[in-house]
């Protein structure tokens, strides 16, 4: 079944502690993108990326790490120096620079502190 | 840098109205543009994509127009059902730097 798997689908958090959530891809492509989305609103991306061992900061990396280790999976790590992160995350993955280029969704991580 | 907003934010019709949902954006250089559906609590469901050449995409009750040159698109739903209850999020696929960028979304509600 082709698709993109997020996991867990609910991650609850300590005060200073670091978490990760996981995002796998078989859809072979090249683009995955890490969003947070607070309730009532929209989408902003955090950090996305392009090629294996490479990615860029969104408009909110603070407090974020990434990796891309293997082209299926882009793992997103909320540090302790996130001061809010109680929120809904979703990971996307997309082909590059063609028109036809279709973004796929997870069904999302809710994190919450407490 | 890239903006993109979506008007009105909420919405609420009666059963069987035709639903005009506005997407738009501040940068034209883009593949594409995408309108997606969003349930409360789930990840978002493609609805249609139209390429930055295209002017229209439709699928069943709904259609999407797209005009580059003033930065818009607007989806269209026709003969709404309860079903069709939901969020709507536009984005556009940049050229520039390959990132997508969303709207806000406007939450719909069909009244049986």
């Known amino acids: 079944d082709g698709g993109i798997t997020q996991s867990p689908k609910y991650l609850f958090r300590k005060e200073g502690q670091n978490v990760t959530l996981s995002c796998e891809q078989n859809l072979n492509h090249d683009a995955m993108y890490w969003y947070r989305q607070d309730p009532g609103q929209g989408l902003r991306l955090i950090y996305y990326s392009q090629i294996v061992n490479d990615f860029q900061k969104g408009d909110i990396a603070e407090g974020y790490s990434v990796s891309r280790e293997k082209k299926e999976s882009f793992p997103l790590t909320v540090t302790s120096a996130q001061k809010n992160p109680t929120a809904f995350y979703l990971c996307?993955?997309?082909?590059?620079?063609?028109?036809?280029?279709?973004?796929?969704f997870g069904q999302g991580t809710r994190l919450t502190v407490v | 840098k890239q903006e993109v907003t979506q008007i009105p934010a909420a919405l609420s019709v009666p059963e069987g109205e035709n639903l005009v949902l506005n997407c738009s954006f501040t940068d034209s250089a883009i593949y594409n543009l995408q309108w997606f559906r969003q349930d409360p609590g789930k990840g978002l469901t493609s609805l249609l994509l139209?390429?930055?050449?295209?002017r229209e995409q439709t699928s069943g009750r709904l259609n999407a127009s797209l005009d580059k040159s003033s930065g818009r698109s607007t989806l269209y739903i026709a003969a709404s059902q309860p079903g069709d209850s939901a969020t709507y999020l536009c984005a556009v696929h940049q050229a520039a730097g390959n990132k997508l960028t969303f709207g806000g979304g406007t939450r719909v509600l069909v009244k049986p």
């Open positions: 139209i390429q930055s050449s295209q």
């Open positions: 996307a993955s997309s082909s590059i620079r063609t028109v036809n280029t279709e973004a796929f």
